[in-house]
């Protein structure tokens, strides 16, 4: 278990963390999202005592992280995927963190075994693609065999293979009871990886919930119907207090009801439906919706305007005159 109170963390006057508090439980995936610059690799830092916060507190089983007495047994963690030394093989390399850290030599094999790097155990990191360094950073948080595990966008550079393997991986971790903390911008990995999301924008909490709530609440879901009996359907949802909603080529939205419930209205009434299928929105679409005033970067469609079309600055007030 993970536990974050009023964890804050300022650089001079900018607040990347601000009061952040909320509880990363084991047996589940916890989803740690947020845009860009909204604080999620301070945060995991401050948890690993990679950075000391400013305010409030963060435990790790009741400990902060430098109270830990054998730390890679504790918690396993990949933030950086190229934080390596270039010259050391893959094999060496876990070997070295299995030595220092009183684990058996044995798990180097183990964990290279996992994440399918045995055939380039004695070939250097430098020379790894981002795909491999990914998964030999992987091999080196399951090292110690931990009951918390925190990856911070593991699935960037796996192929789809890769992306599948990580998913699994991380279900069958939090099925064993351990806690498994992800940040990911990969929306639609994250929604089929996920049981619980934590959402934070410009470092404050903005949601603690279960991934179905999430999107419930952070979007809009309705019915989509079609048939070539449009005015008796519509006059049937009148009389049955339904509301639809036109949405172009002869189809009707309606929110607030079901599909089962307007196709078994339908049916009494003696009305065909050439469709009828709920829409629920996505895990992209609810974050956007909850994140977008807290997008710090933004970009712009379209083509970049030429130097002649760039605005001009404008003249302070009283310019003229000082030129005068």
Same mark, same amino acid.
């Given at each position: 278990?993970?536990?974050?109170e009023?964890?804050?963390?300022?650089?001079?006057?900018?607040?990347a963390?601000?009061?952040?508090?909320?509880?990363v439980?084991?047996?589940?995936?916890?989803?740690f999202?947020g845009?860009?610059?909204?604080?999620?690799?301070?945060?995991?830092r401050?948890?690993?005592?990679?950075?000391?916060?400013?305010a409030?507190?963060?435990?790790i089983?009741?400990?902060?992280?430098?109270?830990?007495?054998?730390?890679?047994?504790?918690?396993?963690?990949?933030?950086d995927?190229?934080?390596l030394?270039?010259?050391?093989?893959?094999?060496?390399?876990l070997?070295?963190?299995?030595?220092?850290?009183?684990? %058996?030599r044995?798990r180097?094999?183990?964990?290279?075994?996992?994440v399918?790097?045995?055939a380039?155990?004695?070939?250097?990191?430098?020379g790894?693609?981002l795909?491999?360094?990914?998964?030999?950073?992987?091999?080196?948080?399951?090292?110690?065999? %931990?009951r918390?595990?925190?990856?911070?966008?593991?699935?960037?550079?796996?192929? %789809?293979?890769?992306?599948?393997?990580?998913?699994?991986?991380?279900?069958?971790?939090?099925?064993?009871?351990?806690?498994?903390?992800?940040?990911?911008?990969?929306?639609?990995e994250?929604?089929?990886t996920?049981?619980?999301?934590?959402v934070?924008?410009?470092?404050?909490?903005?949601?603690?919930?279960t991934?179905?709530?999430?999107?419930?609440?952070n979007?809009?879901?309705?019915?989509?119907v079609?048939t070539?009996?449009?005015?008796?359907?519509?006059?049937?949802?009148?009389?049955?207090?339904?509301?639809?909603v036109?949405?172009?080529?002869?189809v009707l939205?309606?929110?607030?009801?079901?599909?089962?419930?307007i196709?078994?209205?339908?049916?009494?009434?003696?009305l065909?439906?050439?469709?009828?299928?709920?829409?629920r929105?996505?895990?992209?679409?609810?974050?956007?919706?909850?994140?977008?005033?807290?997008?710090?970067?933004?970009?712009?469609s379209?083509p970049?305007?030429?130097?002649?079309?760039?605005?001009?600055?404008?003249q %302070?007030?009283?310019?003229?005159?000082?030129?005068?």
């Amino acid at each position: 278990m993970i536990e974050l109170e009023g964890l804050t963390k300022r650089y001079g006057e900018k607040v990347a963390v601000n009061n952040l508090t909320f509880t990363v439980r084991p047996g589940i995936v916890t989803g740690f999202l947020g845009p860009n610059g909204a604080g999620k690799t301070t945060t995991m830092r401050m948890v690993l005592g990679l950075d000391r916060p400013t305010a409030g507190d963060v435990r790790i089983e009741g400990r902060r992280y430098d109270q830990l007495k054998d730390p890679l047994k504790a918690v396993g963690a990949l933030l950086d995927a190229k934080a390596l030394h270039g010259g050391r093989t893959a094999y060496n390399h876990l070997l070295c963190l299995a030595e220092s850290n009183g684990i %058996p030599r044995r798990r180097v094999n183990e964990v290279l075994d996992t994440v399918g790097l045995t055939a380039v155990a004695k070939k250097k990191a430098k020379g790894f693609s981002l795909g491999m360094s990914q998964r030999l950073g992987i091999a080196g948080a399951l090292l110690g065999d %931990p009951r918390i595990l925190m990856f911070d966008e593991p699935v960037n550079g796996l192929d %789809p293979e890769g992306i599948h393997w990580i998913r699994t991986l991380m279900k069958a971790l939090a099925a064993e009871g351990r806690t498994v903390f992800v940040s990911s911008h990969l929306m639609s990995e994250m929604a089929l990886t996920a049981d619980h999301l934590v959402v934070i924008g410009q470092g404050r909490l903005l949601a603690d919930t279960t991934m179905a709530d999430f999107i419930e609440h952070n979007s809009r879901s309705y019915v989509r119907v079609r048939t070539p009996q449009r005015e008796q359907l519509l006059d049937a949802f009148h009389q049955a207090g339904i509301t639809a909603v036109e949405s172009g080529e002869g189809v009707l939205e309606v929110d607030g009801s079901t599909s089962e419930r307007i196709g078994e209205l339908a049916a009494e009434k003696g009305l065909v439906l050439h469709e009828l299928s709920q829409h629920r929105a996505s895990l992209e679409e609810a974050f956007m919706q909850l994140t977008a005033g807290s997008v710090e970067y933004h970009a712009h469609s379209g083509p970049t305007p030429s130097p002649q079309q760039q605005p001009q600055p404008q003249q %302070p007030w009283g310019a003229d005159w000082k030129k005068g």
